[in-house]
């Protein structure tokens, strides 16, 4: 996301334009369609990559697109006045950048950033589409041995809440860390 967040702000128009479609084209589809293109897609033009690997790579680029979004609003909201003090100590642009704006940025989109890694927690159950076995699956595979849903779906809706809040109690715990740090 940082990347991307950087390369649109900053890099020229040529390199900068293509990033900006293509998190528009990411941000306007729905994860499954990208799924779909990522796994079945790329086989038509040659590349054959497993699914593992197109869940990551759509799972990533999804939710780096977003993430990008909130850290470029994050690098704009960061006060002018710190960029031209660090000029004026001899950072350079690149120095400035990554030694000043980006940790502020970082601190200031924390919160959403935190919210999109639960969101991704929960749509990695998407990825079951493509023939990855992830929790919601693994239940689908053994109700259709036990034909006992609710037992199955009730453990594997326990789990992702049990996910839920050590993630939300880590991410609250590297908020609060930032917040000291300010």
Request: charged share 15%; hydrophobic share 55%; no cysteine.
């Amino acid at each position: 996301g940082i990347l991307f967040a950087v390369i649109v702000l900053y890099a020229p128009k040529i390199v900068a334009y293509p990033v900006r479609a293509l998190m528009w084209v990411f941000m306007g589809t729905p994860l499954l369609l990208q799924l779909f293109l990522i796994y079945f897609g790329l086989v038509q033009i040659g590349i054959d990559i497993p699914a593992l690997a197109a869940g990551i790579v759509g799972l990533g680029l999804h939710f780096a697109v977003y993430n990008a979004d909130i850290i470029r609003a994050g690098i704009v909201a960061v006060d002018v006045g710190q960029t031209e003090g660090a000029r004026s100590i001899g950072f350079g642009k690149w120095q400035t950048l990554r030694h000043v704006v980006i940790p502020q940025a970082i601190r200031n989109t924390a919160p959403p950033i935190g919210g999109n890694l639960i969101a991704l927690l929960k749509e990695s159950s998407i990825v079951s589409v493509i023939g990855i076995a992830e929790l919601v699956h693994s239940a689908q595979l053994a109700i259709s041995e036990t034909f006992r849903p609710f037992e199955f779906y009730i453990t594997a809706a326990a789990l992702y809440y049990i996910l839920n809040l050590v993630l939300e109690a880590a991410l609250r715990r590297s908020e609060r860390h930032v917040e000291v740090s300010r």
